[in-house]
């Protein structure tokens, strides 16, 4: 939870543009993805550039979500360690606050947690291509692209 009385954190430098089918759209303080309006009675390649730039939106900010999960992961371990909790209990409810942030059950947002933390940690490149709009949050994770993530567990990661 957000505590109101907390000071604003610093603002930052707008993030690098990301890349839409009709230019460039730019990220602001690196979340905020700023798109074209609506036009429904564009032509039809109007309509495509639409929705492309638009599923390339989502692509940079499942990428961002996979980079604060991460964060969210380490943050709530380390202070849990710093509070002398057993490491194997260090991990116990996250993944249930990630699968309520992105309003999907306790058992999905393992699933996310751990794809997340491949992404994050075993296939920055995957990560950089989900973030530029080159792949989709499911082509990334996709067994027949060849970028299987595993479930959290799973022996070789994920877990």
Known sequence: MVDPAAPEPPATAP?????FASGEVPVVNGSAIALPPVDLE???????DQITARENAKDAIAAEQARLMVALDQRI???????????????EGIAKQVGLARRESPNYGALLLGR???LVNQMPHTLQALGAGRLNEHRAGD?????????PGAPGGGG
Not at 77 to 91: F, H, I, L, S, Y
Not at 144 to 151: A, W
């Open 42 to 48: 564009a032509p039809a390649a109007g309509l495509v």
């Open 116 to 118: 997340a933390k491949v």
């Open 77 to 91: 371990r380390a202070e849990r360690a710093a509070k002398g909790v057993p490491a194997a209990r260090q991990g």
């Open 15 to 19: 993030a690098a543009a990301v890349p």
């Open 143 to 151: 067994p027949g692209q060849g970028n299987r993530l595993p479930y």
